[in-house]
């Protein structure tokens, strides 16, 4: 880094030559550089050559020039001593390199698939709510146990894929920090390594098998999409990497957290609700869409390194409309289901949510550019706020 440090020009006392500057007490020295000497003394000699007049006789234009000339040259003078004072720091760089790992690890850490976790757990939890007496401090300690050993298995299967995927992201996604330089590698398998021991030493403290199990089928299959050994990194066959995002975001969270809160914090039997098969159908639906979508900004490293997705073997339009009507198709589903619901409230609520959310895609999905990869990655984006709102959604189906 060195050979990329600018060096300082040594500095010298300069006096500016109007006598009458010095006369009024303002020719103190001024420290500057030699090089902004130079360009000083020019600049005051073009002023005294242009009046004609010896400065010190000619009173009115002495101070206008005066004036003029410390004005000009103000800046030049007031970056030199600021620079020629090295206690003074900016009380803000302290903070910079917090600043920027906090950056570098929000980004590694794909927020959007934490927040949708987040909202996952909480939403199914709601689920086996049958009372008020229901909510309790318990049920609040259970349920953020699981959100702290999901998001620490979230953070290792997120990056575990972008330490597999250095040299793919480097050209679809690379402000990411493995792709961007800011992470090594080593740091990239040591946040990963250590990530993985927390959501485990999570789940086994807190006791509860279906959280257990939920942790370590996540881990299987999101090992296996990634990890570059034979049979593995299944992400490079369409079907099998669709499957397996279906099976972790429409079944394991769907059903391993729900029977976490029933059966080991409420102690009832397993059961599986009317609400809880509708939420697991419809995010079946939702996972699919996602693990369609998500490859459709990323089409062109997925091609160069022969990731052969559905939207490398069959195109960026016709995926995107695939998603577009699947997703249609599950609102409309949940309608019917809204319809054929006992409670009014509830009948009220699904209807006029998933209508509302239906016309939102339809109509920003006809005015999308496909030929523009920020308007599918903010669409992509978009999807997902879709997918909050469903689980936001979902607890009020009865």
Known sequence: MESLSLSRSPLIAFRPFSPSIS?????????????????LQNHSLQLTERTKLPLSRNCFLDG??????????????????????????????AFRPILSALSAFYRFSRPHTVIGTALSIVSVS????????????????????????AF??????VGLNQVYDIEIDKVNKPSLPLASGEY???????????????????????????????????FILGTAYSINMPFLRWKRFAVVAALCILAVRAVIVQLAFFLHIQTFVFR?????????????????????????????????????????SFSVRLGQKRVFWICVYLLEIAYTVAMVMGATSSSLWSKFITILGHAVLASILWNRAKCL????????????????????????LIPLVR
């Open 64 to 93: 206008i020039l005066d004036l003029k000339l410390r004005k000009q040259t103000s800046g030049l003078v007031s970056a030199s001593a600021a620079g020629s004072e090295p206690d003074s720091v900016d009380s803000s760089s």
């Open 152 to 157: 620490f298995m979230n953070i290792y299967i």
């Open 184 to 218: 090594s590698l080593s740091t990239g398998v040591a946040i990963v390594s250590t990530f993985a021991i927390l959501s485990f030493g999570v789940g086994w403290l807190v006791g509860s098998w279906p959280l257990f199990w939920a942790l370590f089928i996540s």
């Open 369 to 392: 550019d496909l030929a523009s990869k920020s308007a599918i990655t903010s669409f992509y984006m978009f999807i997902w706020k879709l997918f909050y709102a469903e689980y936001l």
């Open 126 to 149: 709601l689920l086996a709510v049958e009372s008020l007496s229901d909510i309790s401090p318990l049920f609040f300690s259970r349920v953020l146990e699981a959100i702290v050993a």
């Open 23 to 39: 006369h009024r007490g303002l020719g103190s020295p001024i420290y500057c550089s030699i090089e902004e000497k130079s360009k």
């Open 268 to 308: 009832r039997p397993a059961s599986f609700s009317r609400p809880l098969i509708f939420a697991t159908a419809f995010m079946t639906f939702f996972s699919v869409v996602i693990a369609l979508f998500k490859d459709i900004p990323d089409i062109e490293g997925d091609r160069i390194f022969g990731i052969r």
